[in-house]
């Protein structure tokens, strides 16, 4: 099996070293935070058992506090690092050096462009971006995103390599910002937001439709399928309509900005769109959980 490393002990890389080590492979983890690295196994085990998975799979996870140990005989290596384009930058002009020739080397990036990661490497064929959902252990996509110097082969090494562990890899062939699932979630949150924001409804009914309608759909209707269904020329007709009044501002949406600047940040301050208390943040993360266990379960992974 392939040598793994995980460049980042927290919760996206813990996520990502748990599923590689319950397929059995052996994963390197290192981290500037001794905490993290020294907490990882018990982290892992204890999310395998609330899982009623193997919590023996957490001891094929190696924490690692030198990062030239952990990459040195590494076949891949996952960056899960802060959202800094500097410190990304730096670190695979770093593990160029450190890792085999052949190593493949992928950011776990949300939206920064891997172009721009990567644009100073002088073995940009075998670099690339693998986009993990949170939790990584349950939700099943993982976007590639393959740069104009990514090798087709070394794209297809960790597509091949992504779908035996478990995932569902999906192939981005153009390198844009957000690349799939997050232009289409914020898309759908721009309106949203734009909703509220021009007194339509409140946010609360916001997620009602949501949740109540084609949310519902979404798991087993795409939204092309669902054009398809309806046929293109009604959803044609539809967009003729509809598309002249959606929100098209290009920025953010100054009502979530002024959210910001009034420090209603959300769950982290109790108080976003919504009012949270921790009793009710506890309840959403329950649900959430036990749906994307229910989902998996249904789908026997």
């Given at each position: 099996m392939e040598k793994i490393a995980v460049i980042g002990a927290g919760l996206m890389g813990q996520g990502i070293a748990q599923v590689f080590a319950l397929a059995g492979h052996r994963v390197n983890v290192h981290d500037v935070q001794q905490a993290a690295l020294d907490s990882l196994v018990a982290r892992t085990a204890r999310t395998l058992t609330d899982l009623e998975l193997d919590a023996a799979a957490a001891q094929r996870i190696t924490p690692v506090a030198d990062l030239r140990e952990t990459v040195r005989d590494a076949d891949v290596v996952f960056e899960a690092g802060p959202e800094d384009l500097a410190w990304k930058q730096d670190l695979f002009g770093r593990?160029?050096?450190?890792?085999?020739?052949h190593a493949l080397l992928a950011s776990n990036t949300s939206a920064i462009p891997i172009t721009r990661i990567m644009e100073r490497l002088a073995s940009g064929h075998r670099a690339l971006g693998t986009h993990w959902w949170n939790p990584p252990y349950l939700v099943p996509l993982v976007e590639i995103v393959k740069t104009p110097a990514t090798g087709a082969s070394e794209a297809q090494t960790m597509f091949?390599?992504?779908?035996?562990?478990?995932k569902t890899p999906a192939m981005v062939k153009k390198d844009i910002a957000g690349f799939i699932g997050n232009r289409l979630q914020h898309a759908l949150w721009r309106e949203a937001i734009a909703l509220v924001a021009d007194g339509v409804c409140?946010?609360?009914t916001v997620d009602t439709v949501v949740k109540a309608s084609f949310g519902r759909r979404l798991p087993v209707l795409g939204p092309l399928e669902n054009a398809d269904l309806v046929g293109t020329d009604l959803t044609l007709?539809?967009?003729r309509v509809l598309l002249p009044e959606i929100e098209n501002h290009a920025g953010p949406s100054p009502y979530l900005e002024a959210l910001v600047r009034e420090g209603r940040l959300g769950m982290k301050t109790g108080e976003g769109f919504m009012q949270w208390t921790p009793e009710a943040q506890d309840a959403l993360r329950s649900r959430v959980l036990q749906h994307l266990k229910l989902m998996n379960a249904n789908e026997g992974r």
């Open positions: 593990l160029e050096t450190l890792t085999p020739a091949d390599l992504l779908a035996r562990v478990g409140d946010a609360k007709a539809i967009h």
